[in-house]
């Protein structure tokens, strides 16, 4: 039997009606239709699923959707502002820390909150904060570099 539900995703508030042990990842993608955040391993050991949970990351593949209620999410879809894409964004594209793509809108909201908790994160900082979400294509160089330039400013 479905429930309804209220939550606000990238700043839009949304009442849908649910199934109880539905995903917040599966209502993003499936309800809304925000497809940037990705299903990887649906066991939280990828964080190709991260999202924002009132500015922290989680594992939306382990939240179910009724956690969210009355809550904020931002998913990659909300970071930039029109045609201004956020400072992460941003360096990722100009760092080429983006291969297949995959990891990477998880990947740049991890490092959004890591940066918003830490704005001048040492390297070791910034690998710590990254940790729970698995690039298989860059090796990370990248990556640290884009994270980097984006506290920098």
Known sequence: MKRLMTLTVNDTRYEVAIEPRQSLLQLLREELHLTGTKEGCSEGECGACTVLLDGKTVDS??????????RE??????LAQGDQL???QKAFAEYGAVQCGFCTPGMILAAKALLDSNPHPS???IRQGISGNLCR??????IVEAIQAAARG
């Open 61 to 70: 593949c382990l939240i179910f959707a009724l956690e969210a209620q009355g």
């Open 73 to 78: 999410v931002t998913t990659i879809e909300g």
């Open 86 to 88: 956020h400072p992460v």
């Open 123 to 125: 390297e070791l900082e």
């Open 137 to 142: 294509c860059t090796g990370y160089v990248k």
